[in-house]
């Protein structure tokens, strides 16, 4: 499933992309006519969005109850174990250094018993649609100088250039191939025109080990726009063209918003101790001791406490010494990668429950944009991490005390 956004990250319209069947940016080759020193034409990148480390710790968000800091497990940017190879959370497609591209050449129609027998030939790809129990067509496909295939999916074979495994919201992700995941091995196939302007195309499966893919019906072709969401029926991946990420902040820009926020000394309105966005050099650790908090109800920002538990409205439960307004009380993070963000606004709001930090037009944003759960159902979920968006607005505006010197 293709959806688009609205024009700042893509137009609303909705193709199925369902089919039966089981880096920062990764480099997949040089520019064709790339000198030494040049940059490789770019056709666009594919994120995934939020995911959390399957067996790792939970936030107190995720996990629905506050009784300390906690180690933070969301991968905000990159996976639990580095980016690895095909295995990655952020993939860049660049031109080819020779066109991989297959276009349409000849259509079979066949006997659907010896639909197998037709397909021996390894060498030549092609996709079979069953049209009824006695009936299929078979395309065969020949080489297309004029395009690129990348291929997205859940196997590790060598044909497939993207390695994606499920996400949850808030909640985990397979590292590896498992018997349980909703997402096909060969999930879909994109192809990208190598002449301006570029154009990228997503279509239903991908081709296996012997060259060929089979569908229930004839699968639609969808131009890919900036801000395009690709649901892999167990992800979902966002596709950013290279437009679209000139308008994304970038990591320096996003270090130099957190050392601004720092400097401004934001304090605790209770405890009076300087609060500081931790930086994101440091990995996944526990909060520290200057970590700010959030009452994602008011969005009061404190520092780490362990008064105003509220147990009998739930486990998570805390009351706001300022405003006495009862919710989650969570830590704050700032939210790290850059292609999911819409401005290089400063870090003012925050996604309720979990915590992840970014500017108001990103928050709005993803607020407001019903991500797919399961093969029927949306729900706005933080890009960050996943987790599904609670209360009015799903982010919250912080409130900062500053110095009082």
């Known amino acids: 499933m293709v ?24 480099i997949l080759s040089s520019g064709e ?35 300390g800091p906690r180690a933070h497990s969301c991968y ?4 639990s174990s580095g980016d690895k190879g095909r295995r990655r959370s952020r993939l860049a497609l660049n031109r080819r250094p020779h066109a991989n591209g297959v276009k349409p050449d000849v259509m079979h129609h066949i006997s659907t018993p010896l639909i197998s027998k037709a397909l021996s030939n390894r060498g030549q790809h092609s996709i079979s649609y069953t049209l009824s129990r006695s009936h299929s067509v078979i395309v065969e496909y020949t080489h297309d100088s004029d395009t690129d295939m990348f291929q997205i999916g859940r ?22 191939p498992s018997p349980q995941s909703t997402i096909s091995r060969y999930a879909c196939r994109i192809l990208c025109d190598r002449r301006p302007p570029y154009t990228a195309r997503i279509y239903a499966a991908g081709f296996d080990a012997s060259s060929n893919i089979f569908l229930g019906v004839e699968n639609e072709s969808n131009v890919l726009q900036d801000g395009s969401l690709i649901d892999l029926c167990g992800a979902t991946l966002l596709w950013r063209t290279p437009a679209g990420l000139l308008r994304a902040p970038t990591l320096k820009q996003l270090e130099a918003q957190r050392q601004e926020a720092n400097a401004a000394r934001p304090q605790c309105p209770v405890g009076l101790s300087t609060l500081a966005f931790p930086s994101p050099a440091r990995g996944r650790t526990a909060p520290d001791k200057q970590q700010p908090w959030v009452y994602v109800r008011c969005g009061h920002v404190h520092g780490y406490h362990g008064w105003g538990c509220r147990r009998e409205r739930g486990p998570q439960e805390r009351e706001c010494p300022l405003c006495r307004l009862v919710g989650p009380y969570v830590p704050l993070w700032l939210g790290q990668e850059a292609g999911l963000c819409l401005d290089p606004g400063p870090p003012s709001h925050a996604f309720a429950p979990c915590g992840h930090v970014c500017s108001e037009k990103t928050a709005r944003y993803w607020a407001q944009t019903p991500l797919p759960h399961g093969t029927h159902a949306f729900h706005a979920a933080c890009p960050f991490c996943g987790a599904w968006l609670t209360g009015e607005h799903g982010c919250v505006r912080l409130i900062f005390q500053g110095p009082l010197d």
């Open 3 to 26: 959806l688009e956004g609205n024009p700042d990250v893509g137009s609303p319209r909705t193709s199925d992309l369902q089919h039966p069947g089981s880096q920062g940016s990764c």
């Open 76 to 79: 905000n940017g990159c996976l």
């Open 155 to 176: 196997s590790t074979e060598n044909m497939i250039d993207f390695v994606v495994t499920d996400t949850s919201p808030g909640g985990g992700v397979a590292e590896g």
């Open 33 to 67: 006519d790339v000198q030494p020193g040049e940059e490789p034409i770019k056709y666009g990148e594919l994120i995934v969005l939020g995911c959390c480390e399957e067996g790792g710790e939970e936030t107190e968000a995720q996990r629905g109850e506050v009784t």
